[in-house]
């Protein structure tokens, strides 16, 4: 399969990169420029692995930066080479770099290993001296002038102590695009998180889907800590794919980095869109892949069940597998299931037009006179008894999408019965392709008059409308 990427022409902000020795604080100068807690940061060396990519705005101008992992880290050496090629790569796309270093435990040989590397990749290196978060710390800082010819920074990611000079000296030297450019802005792409225990093949997914290694692979489950945003092109669509690290039992995630990576992950499924659930074809479904399954449904995500890894089964074991999906499945009836191989590309066309056409599902309107006339037939409108009297749906309007929800008017106030509900459901999907989106019902009453009376405001349409005590469809 050919690699699944377009080329990007539009202009590109100017790139930076952080690169440092384990625990110098590379991830908190991440998380305060970006502006917000992408990148896990604890006390554990060695806790970034895979490098992370991030934006940011200084003086009208916009910026991408990357956070790399530690270099010359305690860890086996497959992880230092991987995290090494992740570091040049991030390097060739920079126009400058910022070797970060702890001013207070002062200069290392580690430190002096990092510069002599840094000057042979051919891009200009500024010395970030970090930790001095007093005015009076800042003189230790003059150590660092051992490492040669650079511009050195006395600055403190936890305070912002000096990032002011620095970054203006940044926009002097190398002026970026506007802070506004033409088209979506990366919070208005669609998001996709993808999902699913350790080493069934999610970073390889995106590995392949990208055309190149951009995150980290190996047999050793775990291997992915932080959330890994990506920006990926495809027929001109924009996407960005949340690689996210693989959902253990709580009892297996005994160190604080993995405990807060299992955290991340359920905040990356949360702003996602639609979420990728992947399986291993070699493996039964767990309860931990239910329990997956169960959190995009309640957070109203758009959903693909992929069987990942089917060049490892006989092509008659296929059928087993979807009829599994099914069965442990089956409160997600909605999800397409598909069999894809990371590692030879098969299914991957398919993964992509299925995800085009959920997506439109997950967007998509219908108008109030098409949505009655579903229900025209008297037969069709009975939602419960009260006392021994039918409750007739009266009127039905959707009022938001992402995902689709309904608003439903009641002849009387009574008991509705859950199976009532779903009969709803499955006209609404018998009439309109609603494949890969669950379904909100809201029962008449003032929630759903005052969902009725927002529909047409904007914020309807970037967030489904929510609220305690309203009967939902297949919860």
């Not at 999800?335 to 992509?352: H, N």
């Not at 037009?353 to 069709?380: K, Q, S």
Request: charged letters at 25%; glycine letters at 8%.
């Amino acid at each position: 399969m050919q690699k699944i990427r377009e080329t990007v022409t539009a202009p590109a902000p100017v790139t930076i990169t952080l690169i440092g020795r384990p625990n110098v604080g590379k991830s908190t100068l991440f998380n305060r420029l970006t502006g917000r807690r992408q990148a896990i940061v604890t006390s554990v060396p060695g806790t970034t692995r895979d490098r992370r990519e991030g934006t940011f705005v200084w003086n009208g101008l916009q910026y991408r930066l990357y956070d790399t992992g530690g270099l010359f880290a305690d860890e086996t050496e497959m992880f230092q080479e991987a995290i090494l090629e992740q570091c040049r790569r991030a390097i060739e796309e920079s126009a400058v770099v910022w070797l970060v270093v702890d001013g207070r435990e002062g200069l290392t040989a580690s430190d002096i290993e990092l510069m002599a590397w840094l000057r042979k990749q051919g891009k200009p290196v500024w010395v970030l001296v970090n930790k001095l978060d007093t005015p009076s710390l800042q003189r230790q800082a003059a150590e660092f002038y051992r490492l040669g010819p650079a511009r050195l920074w006395a600055i403190s990611a936890e305070t912002g102590l000096g990032l002011g000079d620095l970054l203006d000296e940044l926009t002097r030297q190398w002026p970026s695009v506007p802070e506004t450019p033409e088209g979506p802005t990366p919070e208005e792409i669609p998001r996709i998180a993808i999902v699913g225990r350790p080493n069934v093949g999610k970073s390889s997914l995106v590995n392949r889907l990208l055309g190149y290694p951009r995150v980290i692979v190996s047999e050793i489950p775990g291997t992915t800590r932080d959330v890994v945003d990506v920006e990926w092109r495809w027929d001109g669509h924009r996407w960005i794919l949340l690689d996210t690290a693989g959902h253990k039992k709580r009892s297996k995630a005994r160190d604080w980095p993995e405990r807060v990576s299992l955290l991340m992950m359920r905040r990356a499924l949360v702003r996602s869109d639609l979420v990728w659930l992947v399986l291993d074809a070699t493996q039964p479904i767990s309860r931990r892949d239910r329990q997956l399954a169960g959190w995009s449904l309640r957070e109203g995500k758009g959903l693909l069940v992929l069987w990942n890894k089917v060049d490892l089964v006989p092509a008659s074991a296929r059928p087993a597998l979807l009829q599994q999906a099914r069965e442990f499945l089956k409160f997600v009836d909605y999800a397409p299931v598909l069999c894809v191989s990371a590692l030879t590309g098969e299914g991957l066309a398919g993964l992509i037009e299925t995800t085009e056409t959920v997506w439109h599902n997950l967007t998509r309107r219908i108008t109030t006179g098409v949505l009655n006339r579903y229900f025209e037939h008297e037969a069709d409108t009975v939602v419960g008894m009260a006392q021994g009297r039918p409750i007739r749906l009266k009127y039905i309007t959707q009022v938001s999408i992402r995902p689709p929800t309904f608003a439903l008017f009641l002849s009387r106030l009574g008991r509705v019965r859950p199976e009532h509900l779903q009969k709803i459901e499955k006209w609404l999907r018998h009439q309109s392709d609603f494949t890969g989106t669950p379904i909100r019902l809201l029962i008449a009453g003032r929630e759903a008059r005052r969902a009725y009376r927002k529909k047409s405001s904007p914020s309807s349409a970037s967030a489904p409308f929510r609220s305690p005590g309203v009967a939902v469809g297949r919860r």
